[in-house]
């Protein structure tokens, strides 16, 4: 873990705290853009939409001199606004037909003719009729009226906006207003903006290291006892119970925990039982090839036997280990075909007969005909030896066992059910596993391996077959598969 190629990309602490500051950063940013850099503008926007709305009310009412006066008088008060509207005869001499001066600034009427003249010749040559002349009042010598020297806002506006009466005579409608200095807002704005920018990112500090703080601390407790897996020491309640991901993941490396020292606990069991299992045959054979030597007479057919039957069961138990990791890591394929799986079933029963009937047993097989299936014959053999040879091992004292064959909406089962002491409910799903024995019942001697039910398992496994078991303890268990029928080609 000391990999430094780990390392690089950064904690999810200094991830958090960078976003954090820079989510706050752009929102402090965007306050300063709109409120400080554009407050003008937008202002500006403001007042000659004000501006053009009072220009379009005027024209409206520009025919009805009643009205007009009316409209007139309400804008100007409304919005502070001085303002003249003249009609031009065919003299080109202009009549002034409404007229408001509000405010003692208006310059409206303190500028010359000639500069409204020329203000109207501007909004005449406008597309939109319409001329808006920003002025600074300074430039009028008004000194009382003096903008703060930093505002780029002229103090006062001129709207200009040529236009025509419905009897078709030129009219001008001047409108001026005036607008308010927003340097000292803009310099308020700013001292805000300082004392809000520094406590915002400060509490976004703050807050960024203790989200950070609550999300690492729990993943950092998760890492450092995961890395505990590798000695089978991980103790999940070390873990700080932040959120629900991380809960989750406590659990998970729980389980897997309990998962990992099953498995090496099962190795341990796994090799005890076949270093168990290896000695039992070589002590004998030892035992007896040592007593012929040394004995006179010992050498006997019945002495010699024993130790080709321990041979053999060496023998067995080696290649069943052998079959079985073969099977487990997937090095053994099936090669499946067409067969008569009724006649199989017939064959296996009366040669597992022959074996055990000198012995008292029965083996009694209810068939369904001939039934095909695609599957790899050798295997299901296999599978069927393991299963009679288990419950011919573990039945009752009538010493019977059931073969039954069933075939229903193309499926046939295959069921083998003794009479014997049955399987409890929690060693049920544990049967299937390498070697696993359940307690006090174990009576080899059938030549299993212990391995049986595991080479049955990956056999199915492997042809993609349903399989299972049900058992009521005291009366016997019945272990079965099922295959799909298939067509006889
Ligand atoms: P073994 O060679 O020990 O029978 P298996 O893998 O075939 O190995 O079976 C595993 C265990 O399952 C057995 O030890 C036994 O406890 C149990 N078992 C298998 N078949 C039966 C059965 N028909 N009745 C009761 N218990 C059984």
């Known amino acids: 873990m000391k990999d430094r190629k780990l390392r690089r990309g950064g904690g999810v602490k200094t991830k958090i705290v960078l976003y954090l500051v820079l989510f706050v950063l752009f929102v402090i940013g965007l306050l300063w853009v709109l409120q400080i850099f554009l407050l003008d503008r937008i202002y500006s926007a403001i007042v000659e939409n004000t501006l053009y709305r009072s220009s379009e009310a005027i024209l409206r009412d520009i025919d009805d001199a009643d ?14 606004m001085c303002i003249s509207v003249f009609k031009f005869d065919e003299e080109r001499t202009g009549r002034s037909i409404a007229d408001s001066h509000i405010n003692s600034s208006c310059l409206l009427h303190s500028i010359n003719d ?26 009028f010598g008004r000194p009382g009226y003096a903008a703060h020297p930093s505002s780029s806002l002229p103090d006062s506006v001129i709207y200009t906006r040529a236009v025509k009466m419905a009897d078709g005579a030129d009219a001008v409608i001047f409108l001026n207003c005036d607008m308010t200095p927003v340097a ?25 290291y203790f989200i950070a703080w609550r999300v690492s601390a729990p993943i950092a407790d998760v890492n450092r006892e995961a890395k505990k897996l590798v000695n089978n020491s991980y103790d999940g309640r070390n873990v700080r119970r932040g959120y629900r991901e991380i809960n989750e993941l406590s659990e998970t490396l729980t389980y897997a925990a309990r998962e990992l020292s099953k498995v090496d606990r099962m190795q341990k069991e796994l090799i005890a039982n076949i270093s168990h299992d290896l000695r039992t045959p070589l002590t004998l054979i030892e035992g007896y090839t040592e007593m012929m030597r040394d004995i006179p007479g010992e050498n006997s057919p019945e002495n010699m036997q024993v130790v080709i039957d321990e041979t053999k069961r060496l023998s067995t138990l080696v290649s069943d280990l052998l079959e079985l990791s073969r099977l487990e890591t997937g090095k053994q394929t099936i ?21 055990y009937e000198p012995d008292g047993y029965r083996v009694i097989l209810n068939e369904a005909g001939d039934v095909y299936v695609n599957a790899d014959k050798t295997r299901i053999l296999q599978v069927l030896y393991n299963l009679i040879g288990n419950a011919v091992s573990y039945t009752g004292e009538d010493k019977t066992v059931t073969v039954d064959e069933t075939v229903r909406d193309g499926v046939v089962r295959v069921s083998v059910t003794d009479t014997g002491e049955g399987i409890s409910k929690e060693d049920l799903p544990l049967i299937w596993d390498r070697y696993y024995k359940v307690e006090g019942t174990h009576r080899r001697g059938v030549g299993g391996s212990g391995l049986g039910l595991s080479i049955v398992k990956e056999i199915l496994v492997l042809h993609g ?4 078991v049900s058992s009521e303890p005291g009366h016997g268990s019945t272990f079965w598969f099922e295959l799909p029928v298939a067509e006889n080609k």
């Open 67 to 80: 009205g007009l006066a009316e409209t007139v008088r309400y804008i100007s008060q409304e919005y502070e």
């Open 114 to 139: 000639d500069a409204l003249s020329a203000y109207y010749m501007s909004a005449r040559e406008a597309e939109n009729g319409i001329y808006v002349h920003k002025v600074a009042l300074k430039a």
């Open 184 to 208: 000292a807002t803009v310099r308020t704005l700013t001292v805000m903006l300082v004392f809000i920018s520094i406590i915002t990112l400060t509490l976004a500090i703050a807050l960024a």
């Open 335 to 355: 090669y499946p075909a067409v067969f008569d799986l009724g006649e199989a079933l017939r064959d296996t029963v009366s040669r597992v007969m022959k074996l």
């Open 465 to 468: 077959a349903k399989f299972g």
